[in-house]
């Protein structure tokens, strides 16, 4: 637990720290979009908040050899660098994503267009794959399959939430807490040990979340889609197989459910949502 809770500590400090440093360097043309108000913000700073995880997850492996498992530290830095490069090209490109999966499959088979969206979801679940296999997470196609899906679909949730500023980080803080906490009371201490991983990331986007709130920038794909995809990684190398099954499907369900539905709308309907949602922002919806 004193190693969770210092890696999530240190990556706060070290995401509050790397905004106010090279916040200033992200400030370019292309990298600069309209927020749900119209502001004009910088769209990519989940580019920092992968920096301090990665710098975070390589220190984890340098120097808890004994604690923790190399090759799962690879497979972070792996998901971590790819999820990024994937999301920050969908945040760069000028073309439209598509509008959800549905979407982006008619645009691929009526107009013969890879959109972005198109290319991240392949590519997303193309590394979720390699990464799992390099950590030797699972030991059956079954697993290995349901493991891949668990890590897209949490990328991809978090990606749906990212339309207001904090929400998927702060999506990604009960997820965090849930998963720590049931950790701590009914699994290994090995298993505990693990949940580090996911606190680089987690640690390294709230240390934005204060200048995301008062709409200094958004983290973009560039930020949700790596916190996502780690996640999901470490609840998968903490999790009991029902669990799992559990999660994929709850996961699966969302992510379809938001094809017909709109997240805003049903959090801005719910008043005790509405509230959390609110909180901390300087402008409230």
């Not at 990024?84 to 107009?111: I, T």
């Not at 949730?157 to 049931?182: H, M, Y």
């Not at 709130?213 to 609840?235: C, K, P």
């Not at 009991?240 to 099954?245: L, R």
Request: charged share 15%.
């Amino acid at each position: 637990m004193i190693l969770t809770l210092g890696v999530f500590v240190v990556s706060g400090l070290g995401g509050l720290l790397a905004w106010g440093r090279l916040g200033s360097s992200l400030q370019r043309k292309s990298w600069v979009k309209p927020n749900y108000r119209g502001q004009q913000l910088v769209a990519v700073s989940g580019l920092l908040s992968v920096l301090v995880a990665l710098i975070s997850t390589i220190s984890l492996i340098v120097n808890f050899q004994d604690s923790l498992r190399a090759k799962h530290g690879m497979s972070v830095l792996l998901l971590l660098a790819t999820f990024c490069v994937l999301g920050f090209f969908d945040d760069v490109s000028a073309q439209q994503s598509g509008g959800g999966f549905v979407g982006h499959l008619k645009a691929l088979l009526r107009e013969r267009k890879v959109t972005s969206g198109l290319f991240k979801l392949f590519g997303g679940l193309t590394i979720s794959a390699i990464a799992l296999v390099v950590a030797d997470a699972t030991t059956t196609w079954v697993e290995l399959i349901r493991a891949v899906l668990l890590v897209a679909c949490s990328a991809n949730l978090l990606n749906l939430f990212d339309r207001a500023p904090g929400r998927a980080t702060k999506v990604g803080i009960v997820w965090w807490v849930v998963l720590v906490g049931s950790v701590a009371l009914w699994a290994s201490p090995s298993a505990l040990v693990s949940t580090a991983w996911a606190s680089a990331i987690v640690g390294a986007a709230v240390g934005l979340l204060p200048s995301e709130l008062l709409e200094r920038h958004m983290q973009g794909d560039s930020g949700v889609n790596a916190l996502g995809a780690i996640l999901g990684f470490t609840t998968v190398l903490v999790a009991s197989d029902q669990i799992e099954w559990l999660l994929l499907v709850a996961l699966l369900g969302l992510n379809l459910w938001s094809e017909r539905v709109s997240f805003s709308s049903l959090i801005a309907r719910n008043q005790v949502l509405r509230r959390l949602d609110n909180m901390g922002s300087s402008f409230p919806r």
